[in-house]
């Protein structure tokens, strides 16, 4: 099956520093890759998504990047905010997982992210 | 807003009692999935319902059983639990392989 791994496990920045999160995977079927933030007592929020079908895509301050030969996808945060810290978990889909074609997300570990102001 | 809703928000149980945790999505997604929380944990998948019937049920201990009434509604039926079954149980919903899966706000659960 896909195995997500997912570094580092806490980051610690500065506010108006970036942050980057890495994710690697293992199976070459997966298509999809979304990443979630939870803050402390809240449910997993989607903040971004790519398929394999693009290499970047950017949304105001967040990014995505996806290296499908290399099999890795990365979180970028410019201009971090005290607001910005939270759990940050990445995720990986295998469209077909045994015989259905709504598959599964794969999650990575978490990476707590911890903006100083 | 969550448009994937999951009550009871807290419950707290004693390891004799039976309870029901519920979901309900209006999205007219296909795959339903019920997950298990730790703290500071990656969500650990419980069962897959893909278009009401049980696709995938992750070697769940049986005092876990799910029920899909519905396309739109997930039951959790939980009987006999343990205390290290006390963590946040999500529910979340998506409508094909490589789609948004939206989770709602989740079931923060405690057995006495």
């Known amino acids: 099956g896909e195995n997500v791994e997912q570094h580092p496990s806490t980051l610690s920045v500065q506010e108006g520093d970036s942050a980057v999160i890495k994710c690697t995977y293992s199976?070459?079927?997966?298509?999809?890759f979304p990443w979630y933030k939870q803050e402390l007592g809240k449910r997993p929020q989607l903040i971004i998504d790519?398929?394999?079908?693009?290499g970047e895509k950017k949304d105001q301050r967040i990014a995505v990047t996806l290296n499908k030969t290399a099999k890795h996808f990365s979180l970028h945060i410019t201009e971090t905010q005290p607001e910005d810290s939270a759990v940050y978990f990445c995720?990986?889909?295998?469209?077909?997982?045994?015989?259905?074609?709504?598959?599964?997300?794969?999650f990575g570990r978490g990476t707590q992210l911890t903006v100083w102001p | 807003d969550t448009e994937v809703t999951q009550t009871p928000k807290h419950l707290v149980m004693g390891m004799t009692n039976k309870k029901s945790l519920k979901c309900e999505q209006h999205?007219?997604?296909?795959?339903m999935y019920w997950y298990k929380q730790k703290a500071k944990k990656p969500p650990e998948l419980m069962f897959v319902?893909?278009?009401?019937?049980?696709?995938i049920n992750e070697s769940v201990p049986s005092r876990f059983s799910p029920e899909c009434p519905n396309s739109s509604l997930l039951n959790l039926h939980l009987h006999a639990l343990q205390p290290e079954d006390s963590a946040l149980y999500l529910c979340?919903?998506?409508?094909?392989?490589?789609?948004?899966?939206?989770f709602g706000d989740g079931t923060r659960l405690s057995i006495l």
């Open positions: 979340a919903s998506r409508q094909g392989g490589n789609q948004p899966q939206h």
């Open positions: 319902y893909s278009y009401e019937k049980l696709s």
């Open positions: 790519i398929r394999s079908n693009v």
């Open positions: 199976d070459s079927a997966s298509n999809y």
């Open positions: 999205m007219g997604h296909r795959a």
């Open positions: 995720a990986a889909s295998n469209p077909y997982f045994r015989g259905s074609t709504l598959g599964r997300l794969y």
